[in-house]
């Protein structure tokens, strides 16, 4: 019982940390190009998962080795990329709407699930996931008649993010967690690398404290994530993970002056339950499957 209080707490603490930082990350994006700041951001990610490959039993020679690395290198350029992506959309589109487009997440990767993985929806997840696109119609509903294009920032970081997912998943088959976390953070690092440069910005003195700052959250939200999924199940944690699209909107309100619409909050709420539910679902599947007799 107290492992599981653990577990809650850790995730929580991820998920507070995981808020600071996308507020930090806004800010910065706004005065230097966001690619230099996923690139110090993702230096920072690729010592961390270095210091813990080092650390696993077997240290870099075990965790380095993979059965798909042409997987793993995608999953390692995805996230990257996503996250340039994801730090422009909260400085042109906001924290708030963002967030709530980014909270669709879970339904494009149920959509893209059937194709890549071969799984089956049944027609409780294709209800879901039809309540949950409406509510991100909802999200994107313009106030005065005329669509956002911008819009797209968020949208095309959640279907990113979601390919990212399945990518993990197909790798999870064959490799184990600490090789795809080694993977994440060490190719992601190169890869941003051999663009970032190009970006190369002065930080100013106090921005300096901001990026130290975003290089503390980027890591420790990791760690305590990892330390979460170790005492509890994804199911358990995912949902929670939610929370983060609450602290959004709170920051982007009182401290960026951003305004939340009616259609975007009723749209974030069936957005998330939706959200819910297909893991749910997904949760009590994989726990039916897992009961079949083997053929």
């Not at 049944?122 to 309540?131: F, L, M």
């Not at 999200?139 to 949208?155: T, V, W």
């Not at 619409?261 to 957005?271: A, D, E, K, N």
Request: charged share 10%.
């Amino acid at each position: 019982m107290r492992s599981k209080t653990n577990g809650y707490v850790f995730a929580l603490l991820a998920i507070v940390i995981f808020s600071i930082q996308d507020g930090i990350s806004k800010h910065l994006g706004a005065i230097y190009p966001p690619v230099f700041v996923a690139m110090i951001r993702y230096w920072a990610f690729a010592g961390f998962a270095a210091a813990i490959a080092a650390r696993a039993p077997g240290g870099f020679a075990a965790t380095a080795v993979t059965r798909k690395p042409l997987i793993q290198l995608l999953r390692g350029v995805l996230l990257p990329v996503q996250i340039v992506v994801v730090i422009t959309s909260f400085t042109i589109v906001g924290l708030a709407h963002s967030q709530a487009i980014l909270a669709a997440t879970p339904l494009f990767v149920a959509l893209l699930s059937m194709p890549l993985l071969g799984e089956r929806v049944g027609w409780r997840r294709w209800s879901a996931i039809a309540v949950g696109l409406l509510g991100v119609l909802l999200i994107l509903r313009p106030e005065d008649g005329s669509f956002d294009l911008n819009f797209l920032l968020p949208l095309a970081a959640a279907v990113m993010f979601a390919f990212y997912v399945i990518t993990t998943r197909l790798a999870s088959r064959e490799d184990s967690a600490m090789t795809s976390f080694f993977y994440t953070g060490i190719v992601g690092a190169f890869a941003i690398s051999l663009v970032g440069p190009f970006f190369w910005a002065t930080l100013s003195g106090a921005d300096w404290v901001w990026m130290v700052l975003l290089c503390i959250t980027g890591t420790s939200s990791h760690y305590f994530l990892i330390r979460a999924y170790d005492m509890l199940d994804a199911a358990a944690v995912q949902p929670l993970t939610y929370l983060q699209l609450v602290f959004a909107s709170i920051m982007g309100v009182t401290i960026f002056g951003e305004t939340l619409t009616t259609g975007m909050i009723i749209g974030s709420v069936l957005v998330v339950a939706a959200g819910i539910f297909t893991l749910w679902r997904e949760h009590v599947v994989g726990r039916q499957k897992s009961r079949l007799p083997p053929r």
